[in-house]
C-alpha cells in the first residue's frame, strides 16, 4: 500500500513500531505449548487490570462485533424479555443481535445527543423490569457520548437484570470499574484505544452472567460465538480453536504500552483540551453532556460538505479522519483522540490541518483550533 495517511480516526487507531513488531516475534503451537497457555492467562490479567475485575477474561478471534454476538448467543434463550438500552447507533444495533437470537426485545430510547437519565431509566424500571438482560453502551463512538455506566450496572443489578456493556471505544481511555459498578460482561476490541491490529475482541464474564448460560434449558445454538466452551481452558490447557497467536503478543504489548504511559490522565486531559479548543474556535460539539475522553465529534459547519474536509485533509496533510455513518452521515466530524492517536504533538498537526482546511472552505473559526488547544494542555 502506498501513501498510508496518518490515521486520527475513533477506530482503527495508529499501531506503535513496538507493536508491530510484537506481531512478527517468532511463535509457537498455540495449542500444544504450555507456555503459550500462561501467557495467554498473563494477558487477560493485564485487561482485567484495565477494566478493574477479579472475574474472567477472555480474548476471541474476531473483530469487536463478535464479543457482542457472543454475548447476545450466550444469553439469550427464544422469547426472553431483552431491555436494549439505546441513545445512539450502537446502542440501538445491539437490539438486532439480541432479536437474531430470538429475544423480544424492549427498547428504553434515551436522547440522542445526551448521556442516558438514570432518572428516566429509574421511572422506566419500576413500570417493567422483568428482563433477562440489558444491552448498553459506554462510549457511542459516533456521538462521543459516554454514557453513565457507573449508575446504570448498578441500577439493572437491583432488579436482577444482568448487564452486558459496549465498551470497545471506552476501555484503555475512559475509566471502567466492572466489579464495583456491578458490570456482568464488558466487551471491548483490540483496534480502539488498545491501539493493537483490529482482529480481536476481548470480554469479561463474572459469575452471574456465566450461570444465566449454564442454567439455559435450550442450548446454545453455534460454536464460535457460544461463551461456554471456554470452561476450564486453563485447567485443561484446552484452548475451542487454534489462536491467534501473533494478533495475541500484539495485544499483550500494546496493552503494556498503554499501562506505560499513564493513560487515563492522558486521554482526560488531551480529550478535555480538545473540546475546548473546538468550542473556542467557534465550532460546536455533538453532545450536550457526557463527554467521552476518546473521541470528539463536531457538528460539520453550515454549507461545508464532509467529503470535501475528508478529501482535503488527505490531499493537503495526509491526515484521516472520521465522518459517521446513518442519520450523522455527512453532519459530523469526528477525531479519534483514542490510545495512540492520543498525544499532544498528534493532536496538535491534526487540529493545524483542520484549521486550514476549514478555512480554505469558507469557515470564519475564532482564532486558531491548534493555538487554542496548546494553551488548554
Ligand atoms: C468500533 C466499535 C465496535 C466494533 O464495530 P466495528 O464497526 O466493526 O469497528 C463496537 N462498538 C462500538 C461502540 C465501537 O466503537
Known amino acids: 500500500m502506498k501513501n498510508i495517511p496518518f490515521i486520527m480516526t475513533p477506530g482503527p487507531t495508529q499501531i506503535s513500531e513496538e507493536v508491530r513488531n510484537a506481531l512478527s516475534r517468532i511463535s509457537t503451537n498455540p495449542d500444544l505449548d504450555k507456555n503459550f497457555f500462561e501467557f495467554y492467562k498473563n494477558t487477560c490479567g493485564k485487561i482485567k487490570s484495565l477494566i478493574n475485575t477479579e472475574e474472567e477474561v477472555l480474548i476471541l478471534d ?35 443481535f439480541s432479536k437474531m437470537y430470538g429475544a423480544e426485545v424492549v427498547y ?70 466492572a466489579d464495583k459498578w456491578k458490570m456482568d460482561i464488558v466487551l471491548g476490541g483490540s483496534q480502539k484505544c488498545i491501539s493493537a491490529p483490529s482482529g480481536l475482541t476481548f470480554l469479561s464474564i463474572n459469575k452471574r452472567a456465566k450461570k444465566a448460560m449454564n442454567d439455559r434449558k435450550i442450548p446454545i445454538t453455534g460454536f464460535y460465538s457460544n461463551l461456554t466452551i471456554w470452561e476450564d481452558w486453563y485447567e485443561n490447557k484446552w484452548f475451542p480453536y487454534t489462536q491467534p497467536i501473533n494478533s495475541i503478543l500484539a495485544l499483550d504489548c500494546a496493552i503494556d504500552r498503554l499501562l506505560r504511559n499513564d493513560y487515563l490522565a492522558r486521554h482526560k486531559t488531551l480529550g478535555l483540551a480538545v473540546r475546548n479548543a473546538v468550542e473556542k474556535s467557534g465550532l460546536k460539539l455533538y453532545p450536550k453532556d457526557s463527554f467521552s475522553n476518546t473521541v470528539t465529534t463536531i457538528i460539520l459547519p453550515q454549507g461545508i460538505l464532509f467529503e470535501d474536509v475528508f478529501d482535503k ?65
Open 62 to 96: 474476531g473483530e469487536g462485533i463478535l464479543g457482542l454476538e457472543a454475548a447476545c448467543a450466550s444469553l439469550t434463550e427464544p422469547g426472553d424479555r431483552v431491555l436494549c438500552i439505546d441513545n445512539g447507533i450502537f446502542g440501538r444495533g445491539f437490539g438486532d
Open 313 to 377: 485533509m488527505i490531499s493537503d496533510h495526509n491526515i484521516m479522519i472520521g465522518g459517521a455513518f446513518d442519520y450523522l452521515s455527512g453532519k459530523v466530524i469526528r477525531i479519534g483522540n483514542m490510545g495512540e492517536n492520543c498525544y499532544e504533538e498528534k493532536l496538535y498537526i491534526t487540529l493545524k490541518a483542520l484549521d486550514a482546511v476549514l478555512k480554505s472552505l469558507g469557515c470564519k473559526l475564532k482564532g486558531n483550533i491548534h493555538e487554542n488547544f496548546i494553551k488548554e494542555v
Open 108 to 177: 428504553f430510547k434515551g436522547d440522542y445527543r445526551s448521556g442516558i437519565d438514570i432518572e428516566k431509566l429509574e421511572e422506566f424500571l419500576k413500570l417493567d423490569n422483568n428482563f433477562k438482560y440489558a444491552t448498553l453502551v459506554h462510549c457511542e463512538t459516533p456521538t462521543a457520548i459516554l454514557n453513565p455506566i457507573e449508575e446504570i450496572c448498578p441500577l439493572l443489578n437491583s432488579y436482577g437484570i444482568l448487564s452486558v456493556t459496549d465498551a470497545v471505544s471506552s476501555i484503555g481511555g475512559d475509566e471502567i470499574k
